[in-house]
């Protein structure tokens, strides 16, 4: 499995579980068969996915389907009172860290963390709609359409995720996450009055398309992860697993977007 994307996909409870049924130390002798119950064994339908409790990729979208959906009603509610924006953002965050270090998905806590994150996107995307009207409309629209062309190119095989592509992914992520920490405190003590700190102007736009690049790669390890997980037949509630990574990385996108969008109207 390539390294990097979803903690929880690396997790020593997911590989376990991906072992293959017969691969314990100690197996109980089989008893012999009559004829007749090997002619029925052999007449009933093979068991799939679904009837054996493995990972499918509708289970996946399902999931995904599901989080979506907790998303969009509470973004409405974000939208229509934008103040609850920071604590929406604030106890995403948290949920986020606490889902991606868990050893087995909780639907409970990745919907909560759907919830929040909706409140979060609702209240920003109303912020900048009243400042650029028209903006969120946009940046939903690009949001989908970058997801729709990498799933596209995934499937094609010409996107696909390589050590070498995601050793530069985690140095990149890295200065990333570093440079947006210190824009952050410059921004909260006062040091930069713009709405985005640094990330403002041509050096906004540098950076805000640096990590639409990264978001879409992270879509690839999302993707990569679930169709290894599918394969290697990796238990069902793992479904949770997929669509959990792929909403963070569809958050992630979005907002970076929107920011980009807000930056060229301000220009």
Do not use: C, H
């Not at 696909?160 to 990149?172: C, D, L, V």
């Not at 890295?174 to 040091?191: E, I, P």
């Not at 906004?204 to 599918?230: C, E, H, K, P, W």
């Amino acid at each position: 499995m390539a390294p990097g994307g979803n903690p929880m996909f690396q997790s020593k409870a997911f590989r376990e579980q991906m072992r293959p049924a017969g691969d314990s130390n100690t197996q109980r002798t089989a008893e012999p068969m009559s004829a007749r119950s090997l002619q029925d064994l052999y007449d009933a339908p093979s068991a799939g996915p679904a009837q054996t409790g493995r990972l499918t990729y509708n289970d996946v979208v399902s999931k995904t389907v599901l989080m979506f959906g907790a998303l969009v009603i509470t973004a409405v509610i974000g939208w229509q009172i934008p103040a609850l924006m920071l604590p929406g953002v604030l106890i995403g965050l948290v949920l986020g860290l606490v889902n991606s270090f868990k050893r087995e998905p909780s639907p409970v806590l990745i919907m909560l963390y759907a919830a929040a994150e909706g409140v979060f996107l609702g209240g920003i995307s109303r912020v900048i709609d009243d400042l650029y009207p028209g903006a969120a409309v946009q940046a939903v629209i690009a949001t989908f359409s970058v997801f729709a062309v990498t799933l596209a190119l995934y499937r094609s095989g010409k996107y696909r995720a390589t050590p070498k592509m995601t050793k530069m992914f985690f140095i990149a992520m890295g200065a990333y996450l570093v440079f947006s920490l210190v824009n952050l405190g410059l921004m909260l003590f006062g040091v930069t009055d713009s709405m985005f700190g640094l990330r403002s102007g041509w050096l906004g736009l540098a950076i805000g398309a640096l990590a639409v690049l990264l978001a879409t790669y992270s879509l690839v390890l999302d993707f990569t992860q679930i169709q290894r997980g599918v394969e290697q037949g990796a238990p069902a509630k793992f479904a949770w697993t997929a669509a959990f990574g792929l909403t963070v990385t569809m958050v992630w996108l979005y907002v970076e977007i929107l920011r980009i969008i807000a930056i060229l109207r301000e220009n």
